[in-house]
Nanobody, 124 residues
Framework: QVQLEESGGGSVQPGGSLTLSCVHTLDADNRSRYCLGWFRQAPWNRREREKVAYAASGCPTYYGEFAKGRFTYSQDNDKNTLYLKMDKVNPGDTTEYYC??????????????WGQGTQVVVSS
């Protein structure tokens, strides 16, 4: 069982920045077996979530095309926390963001654990 909890959502103007945080319960021994990352609710289908960024040990950090060059994924293992720094945001980034964890298979992941979500609104 992995528990996750997001924070840091809110409103921001287009072109601005926002950093999301997520605290998780994976310990050091289990961390290498799991992926950790960020998803967001697809605005066209509220039952569908799309990958934003995630990390799997020994693999390049994944970024969705919309996130490349704008969003930065990072982790602080001492604090059991992952971050998503969002720069140059635009109105299309407005949605619910979730952190997630799942067992690692090579450089892919079985996403089985989810936070409750945090809302991001980009508007002038």
């Amino acid at each position: 069982q992995v528990q996750l909890e997001e924070s840091g959502g809110g409103s921001v103007q287009p072109g601005g920045s926002l950093t999301l945080s997520c605290v998780h319960t994976l310990d050091a021994d289990n961390r290498s077996r799991y992926c950790l990352g960020w998803f967001r609710q697809a605005p066209w289908n509220r039952r569908e979530r799309e990958k934003v960024a995630y990390a799997a040990s020994g693999c390049p950090t994944y970024y969705g095309e919309f996130a490349k060059g704008r969003f930065t994924y990072s982790q602080d293992n001492d604090k059991n926390t992952l971050y998503l720094k969002m720069d140059k945001v635009n109105p299309g980034d407005t949605t619910e963001y979730y952190c997630a964890a799942g067992l690692k298979y090579g450089c892919t992941c079985a996403w089985n654990y989810w936070g409750q979500g945090t809302q991001v609104v980009v508007s002038s």
